[in-house]
């Protein structure tokens, strides 16, 4: 069970961190959008199988409570990026 619950919290923090950095090396807004678009996908994904584990008993509530938190903040915080880029879109150069 442990591993499980470990195995998720460290593939969450690995997608989430890849999906961030590549949307923050220099690219257009339009590629960044798209990576924190996939960051936050994924984000939503992990919070799914966080409570499919939980629910089939393969990690305890105290678990599931801490890293199901940690995952909805990032969430919130990919979310609120994602409204930013979108509400303050940068020009293109032509």
Same mark, same amino acid.
Request: aromatic share 14%; no cysteine; net charge negative.
């Given at each position: 069970m442990g591993h499980l619950q +470990? #195995? !998720? =919290?460290? &593939? $969450? $923090? %690995?997608? $989430? *961190? +890849?999906? #961030?950095? &590549?949307?923050? @090396? *220099? @690219? !257009?807004?339009? %590629?960044? =959008?798209a990576k924190i678009s996939i960051a936050y996908k994924e984000c939503l994904e992990t919070k799914y199988w966080l409570s499919l584990l939980k629910d089939t008993g393969y990690i305890e509530q105290k678990a599931f409570d801490s890293i199901y938190k940690d995952a909805d903040e990032i969430g919130k915080i990919l979310f609120s990026i994602l409204k930013t880029t979108k509400i303050n879109p940068q020009p293109t150069s032509n």
């Open positions: +470990k #195995y !998720s =919290s460290t &593939e $969450l $923090l %690995d997608a $989430l *961190n +890849k999906h #961030y950095f &590549e949307g923050t @090396i *220099n @690219i !257009s807004q339009a %590629d960044f =959008s």
